[in-house]
């Protein structure tokens, strides 16, 4: 039986909590946030113990293993404190705040012998596993052209996301098209370019992307976040290839057009989060076949490093 502790218990803590609570092989026994109220409710619904303070419930000895819900700026001290403690790690993307910083988490985990894994959702959605698979059986040929579209829209948004540390639109969103766009085309980027959009003296709240593969496919990736007014999500992932082309939308419908296959599926009822965390589990009762791992999430980093030195200096940045 896997000790899950919960660091972080804002909206996804409650959310990993209540998933959890339905798994087998886990048991939730603490919770630690700053807000004493709400590391008390999660208590009080699935049992354990509140903690103020993540340091405090690392060293408890009460959890085997935790998911990490905090703000990216400080999951450098998370990582290598539960490390510390022989602790596994879930975490949250982006893995860190800088390439440097996932150096020192890999390090601390490989000195430790425990898991970290990077909660790249799209890994575990039903509708991007089976484009994963689709690609890679050859339905749409080659891949040449990808494209990635992500606009929200939301008033109320924690002040760090825009500062120079929260690293806006390419900390926040840009991280999951640059984990998901290589791993479902099968192939690692080789040169970015970016150009940024936002309010002076913030982080970027929108950015374009075009990127390279190494195979020779291209991409075009856009990302906005409206901060003064709600509006749903609007996004849509295509790749066209060689014999057809696949997408997918913000319904979580999945096309596809080739010469072989005519497809339309809907997975708006597939329940990933609950996969993600069964694959945490399993990494932590013994396989330590972690994906997406800390590696992972640094290659992520690499790609959204070079996508903010090009927006800074107006040049196509190469990954070779």
Same mark, same amino acid.
């Given at each position: 039986?896997?000790?899950?502790?919960?660091?972080?218990?804002?909206?996804?803590?409650?959310?990993? $909590?209540?998933?959890?609570?339905?798994?087998?092989?886990?048991? *939730?026994?603490?919770?630690?946030?700053?807000?004493? #109220?709400?590391?008390? !409710?999660?208590?009080?619904?699935?049992?354990?113990?509140?903690?103020?303070?993540?340091? #405090?419930? +690392?060293?408890?000895?009460?959890?085997?293993?935790?998911?990490?819900? *905090?703000?990216?700026?400080?999951?450098?001290?998370?990582?290598?404190?539960?490390?510390?403690?022989?602790?596994?790690?879930?975490?949250?993307?982006?893995?860190?705040?800088?390439?440097?910083?996932?150096? %020192?988490?890999?390090?601390?985990?490989?000195?430790?012998?425990?898991?970290?894994?990077?909660?790249?959702?799209?890994?575990?959605?039903? !509708? =991007?596993? #089976?484009?994963?698979? *689709?690609? $890679?059986?050859?339905?749409?040929?080659?891949?040449?052209?990808?494209?990635?579209?992500?606009? !929200?829209?939301?008033?109320?948004?924690?002040? =760090?996301?825009?500062?120079?540390?929260?690293?806006?639109?390419? %900390?926040? %969103?840009?991280?999951?098209?640059?984990?998901?766009?290589?791993?479902?085309?099968?192939?690692? +980027?080789?040169?970015?370019?970016?150009?940024?959009?936002?309010?002076?003296?913030? @982080?970027?709240?929108?950015?374009?992307?075009?990127?390279? &593969? $190494?195979?020779?496919?291209?991409?075009?990736?856009?990302?906005? &976040?409206?901060?003064?007014?709600?509006?749903?999500?609007?996004?849509?992932?295509?790749?066209?290839?060689?014999?057809?082309?696949?997408?997918?939308?913000?319904?979580?419908?999945?096309?596809?057009?080739?010469?072989?296959?005519?497809?339309?599926?809907?997975?708006?009822?597939?329940? =990933?989060?609950?996969? %993600?965390?069964?694959?945490?589990?399993?990494?932590? @009762?013994?396989?330590?076949?972690? @994906?997406?791992?800390? #590696?992972?999430?640094?290659?992520?980093?690499?790609?959204?490093?070079? @996508?903010?030195?090009?927006?800074?200096?107006?040049?196509?940045?190469? +990954?070779?």
């Amino acid at each position: 039986m896997i000790r899950l502790g919960i660091i972080g218990a804002g909206i996804m803590g409650a959310k990993v $909590a209540q998933t959890v609570s339905g798994l087998p092989g886990v048991q *939730l026994t603490a919770f630690a946030d700053p807000v004493e #109220e709400r590391a008390g !409710e999660l208590t009080s619904r699935y049992g354990g113990t509140a903690f103020a303070d993540h340091p #405090e419930l +690392l060293a408890s000895g009460l959890v085997d293993a935790v998911y990490v819900g *905090l703000p990216h700026d400080g999951h450098l001290e998370a990582c290598v404190t539960a490390a510390r403690h022989g602790v596994h790690v879930l975490i949250d993307k982006p893995l860190c705040n800088t390439v440097a910083e996932a150096d %020192q988490i890999i390090a601390a985990r490989d000195k430790a012998d425990t898991v970290v894994m990077v909660g790249f959702s799209y890994r575990f959605r039903a !509708e =991007w596993r #089976e484009a994963q698979r *689709l690609i $890679a059986s050859g339905v749409i040929g080659e891949p040449i052209f990808v494209t990635d579209v992500i606009a !929200e829209a939301m008033p109320h948004t924690p002040p =760090w996301y825009w500062d120079a540390g929260g690293g806006g639109i390419l %900390q926040l %969103q840009a991280h999951h098209c640059l984990d998901r766009l290589p791993w479902l085309v099968g192939a690692p +980027l080789t040169e970015v370019t970016c150009r940024t959009a936002g309010l002076p003296g913030e @982080a970027a709240s929108a950015a374009t992307l075009t990127a390279s &593969f $190494a195979g020779g496919a291209i991409a075009g990736i856009t990302l906005s &976040f409206g901060r003064t007014y709600q509006a749903d999500v609007q996004s849509l992932m295509l790749v066209q290839g060689t014999a057809g082309e696949l997408r997918i939308d913000q319904h979580r419908v999945l096309s596809v057009r080739s010469a072989t296959m005519q497809r339309t599926e809907s997975y708006a009822d597939d329940d =990933w989060l609950a996969r %993600q965390m069964s694959a945490f589990v399993q990494s932590c @009762a013994g396989s330590r076949d972690a @994906a997406p791992s800390a #590696e992972d999430g640094r290659r992520a980093m690499v790609y959204a490093a070079a @996508a903010a030195e090009s927006a800074r200096d107006g040049r196509t940045v190469s +990954l070779r």
